[in-house]
């Protein structure tokens, strides 16, 4: 069977909370570890510790982690594409990578579109019914599960 001669799976994901809390804890971490690194000089830990964290939520921002560009509902149509919209509502189109990755309760989703965007899901994020459609649709696609490698 291929995904082809399936129903566009359609998803909302607004109320996704997991790549928000890992962006979270990243900046955390980036603003602990630079400032620990710079003990010695505070105002040049403080510093590194803002440039980390800075550069950083600009990137989450740009892969749509962030802000009014926040993924808010992706459909996954029977002819491969996939099409993501914002929270405005703006569609764009995008191709699944290869590195996508999943798992029984996690998916790592990354699509080659406008720039690379990103989506980080856990169960919680999605209703067990969705998230169980797109974990098997992941595996008819054949993308590689948690201790499979490409190749």
Known sequence: MSSRDLPALILEVSHRRADRWCAVAVIALAL???SLA????PAIGLCLALLA?????????????????????VAWLPDGRWLLADRDGQWVEGRLRGDSRFGSHYVWLRWDADIVQSMLLFCGDLTEPDMRRLIVRLRIEGLPGPLETPG
């Not at 710079?38 to 000089?41: E, F, G, L, T």
Request: no cysteine; hydrophobic share 45%; aromatic share 10%.
């Open 32 to 34: 602990v570890s630079s």
């Open 38 to 41: 710079a003990a010695s000089h």
């Open 53 to 73: 964290a800075a550069s950083l939520s600009v990137g989450l921002w740009r892969a749509r982690w962030f802000g009014r560009r926040r993924l808010s509902r």
